[in-house]
């Protein structure tokens, strides 16, 4: 398994943290990674741009012009593609481009890119990502100290933490090249897109168990449900019918005489 050394912002050594070996210890799969940035894009798209057939733009509709003797070439529409100003042909329509990518296939994505990105060097565990105020300085100066900005330029930076953490989301939302998320945000572009990754160790351990994969194939069985029948009212009893009184008034009868 491998073993991350835990820092704090002022990039000193506070102990060590032991990752799962099926989550940062994958082999790399350019092909599963690719298919998964491919869907991550399509899926981003909006899919709204569009053009003008001849049956939208606006124009007449008359003959211009007689079919035969001006010596002109026949024109049926003012709207015709071969005009200027006519409609398109075979342009862009409004359309979906997002398409559905295996669960499994995405979580294998990313353990991929997070093993890689491990055996960079490029993933930073801090102890705590803890900010006392709202200040983009205070910010700026931690990149510096982990070695993750230099005067003139900055690195492309993802941290993850939870987004409860107002003082973080909010001292590095003006910083660029750099973006904030928590452990279910996380996605294959960003692992991508950024070249450092800054976890804390609630994060990390978070990604452990999310990314686990022996928590795909589990199924966990719903306990039954028992639901109490209401008792099934009684039937009324039916009326005898005028015979069957008759008859029963004639045994009693016969009954009494007997004695």
Same mark, same amino acid.
């Given at each position: 398994?491998?073993? !991350?050394?835990?820092?704090?912002?002022?990039?000193?050594?506070?102990?060590?943290?032991?990752?799962?070996?099926?989550?940062?210890?994958?082999?790399?799969?350019?092909?599963?990674?690719?298919?998964? !940035?491919?869907?991550?894009?399509?899926?981003?798209?909006?899919?709204?741009?569009?053009?003008?057939?001849?049956?939208?733009?606006?124009?007449?509709?008359?003959?211009?012009?007689?079919?035969?003797?001006?010596?002109?070439?026949?024109?049926?529409?003012?709207?015709?593609?071969?005009?200027?100003?006519?409609?398109?042909?075979?342009?862009?329509?409004?359309?979906?481009?997002?398409?559905?990518?295996?669960?499994?296939?995405?979580?294998?994505?990313?353990?991929?890119?997070?093993?890689?990105?491990?055996?960079?060097?490029?993933?930073?565990?801090?102890?705590?990502? !803890?900010?006392? &105020?709202?200040?983009?300085?205070?910010?700026?100066?931690?990149?510096?100290?982990?070695?993750?900005?230099?005067?003139?330029?900055?690195?492309?930076?993802?941290?993850?933490?939870?987004?409860?953490?107002?003082?973080?989301?909010?001292?590095?939302?003006?910083?660029?090249?750099?973006?904030?998320?928590?452990?279910?945000?996380?996605?294959?572009?960003?692992?991508?897109?950024?070249?450092?990754?800054?976890?804390?160790?609630?994060?990390?351990?978070?990604?452990? &168990?999310?990314?686990?994969?022996?928590?795909?194939?589990?199924?966990?069985?719903?306990?039954? !449900?028992?639901?109490? &029948?209401?008792?099934?009212?009684?039937?009324?009893?039916?009326?005898?019918?005028?015979?069957?009184?008759?008859?029963?008034?004639?045994?009693?009868?016969?009954?009494?005489?007997?004695?």
């Amino acid at each position: 398994m491998p073993t !991350v050394k835990v820092r704090n912002l002022k990039n000193k050594e506070v102990g060590e943290v032991t990752l799962s070996d099926a989550v940062f210890g994958a082999d790399l799969n350019e092909g599963l990674i690719h298919a998964a !940035v491919k869907n991550y894009l399509s899926n981003a798209r909006q899919g709204t741009s569009a053009t003008k057939t001849r049956g939208n733009v606006s124009g007449s509709g008359r003959k211009l012009w007689k079919q035969k003797g001006t010596g002109r070439a026949r024109i049926a529409s003012l709207r015709s593609p071969l005009w200027k100003g006519g409609g398109n042909v075979h342009g862009p329509q409004p359309r979906d481009w997002s398409y559905n990518l295996p669960k499994k296939m995405r979580r294998g994505a990313l353990r991929s890119a997070l093993s890689e990105r491990l055996r960079e060097g490029n993933i930073i565990v801090i102890d705590e990502l !803890v900010f006392k &105020q709202i200040k983009t300085k205070d910010f700026v100066s931690a990149l510096q100290t982990l070695g993750l900005a230099d005067v003139k330029k900055a690195s492309k930076t993802l941290f993850v933490d939870s987004l409860d953490n107002a003082n973080l989301v909010m001292s590095a939302r003006n910083v660029k090249k750099t973006k904030v998320t928590n452990a279910f945000g996380l996605n294959i572009y960003d692992i991508i897109y950024h070249e450092k990754l800054v976890l804390s160790k609630s994060a990390a351990e978070e990604l452990d &168990q999310l990314l686990d994969p022996k928590r795909e194939g589990r199924n966990v069985e719903a306990a039954p !449900v028992v639901v109490e &029948q209401a008792p099934k009212p009684k039937k009324a009893a039916k009326p005898k019918a005028k015979k069957e009184e008759a008859a029963e008034a004639v045994v009693s009868e016969e009954a009494t005489s007997n004695e």
